[in-house]
């Protein structure tokens, strides 16, 4: 699928949760800000109104009884309501546009870990997001027991429904990030994020700054 603009830049961070990727998005947009090149921050889901309501029915703790479906055309919907309200018009303005999760969250998340059929997952990706895909995706990579024990320090008051899936899920969710960027090599990066931050950041940087002045 061909990207909506060739002068904007879309990157997008994914990995299981506690991989330290809104810690990166916020140093890559410092880092922007010093260069004064055009950046807009978001996160999935969320980013609108309306995305930010479907974003508190999917992460409520209380809403054990959403099934796997209900929650991929939630995801769906969230994204779709971003993409055409923010997204595209700050691409087709020429800004580089930093999401926390896209739609390689679904991917790995509902089809992979929810056991959801492929096909089905894809078709309502590509519905939601129309003409709109990452130039870069930023991987960051940790194991399940590293992102529990993560997650517990940082959730003193209690996780969200996501993040209290077990070991086992979030296994089908590393495993499926890995397999997506080995398929998609040419966007996809994959960090340990086992290693410093500003290492990390360092990675990213570079990276982003080919991306940007080759646009």
């Known amino acids: 699928m061909k990207s909506i603009s060739s002068h904007g830049l879309l990157i997008t961070f994914e990995g299981c949760d506690g991989g330290g990727k809104t810690t990166q998005l916020r140093r890559l947009a410092e880092r922007l800000q010093q260069e004064h090149w055009p950046f807009l921050k978001l996160r999935e889901p969320g980013g609108t109104d309306i995305s930010e309501a479907i974003r508190a029915i999917l992460l409520k703790k209380s809403a054990v009884s959403l099934f796997p479906e209900t929650e991929l055309l939630l995801f769906a919907a969230s994204r779709a309501q971003l993409v055409r309200e923010v997204m595209e018009p700050a691409l087709q303005a020429g800004e580089i546009v930093l999401c926390d999760r896209f739609m390689d969250s679904t991917t790995v998340y509902q089809g992979v870990a929810r056991c959801l059929s492929m096909e089905s997952v894809q078709a309502i990706n590509s519905l939601a997001i129309g003409a709109v895909k990452p130039h870069l995706t930023f991987v960051l990579d940790i194991t399940p027991e590293v992102s529990r024990q993560r997650l517990l320090q940082r959730n003193l008051c209690g996780m969200d429904r996501m993040e209290e899936e077990d070991v086992a899920f979030y296994t089908a969710v590393r495993e499926g ?22 290492v990390i950041a360092n990675l990213i940087w570079e990276r982003v700054k080919m991306a940007w002045l080759a646009r």
């Not at 990030?177 to 500003?198: K, T």
């Open 177 to 198: 990030y890995l397999r997506l960027a080995a398929e998609n090599s040419d966007r996809m990066m994959v960090i340990d994020a086992n290693q410093e931050e500003s």
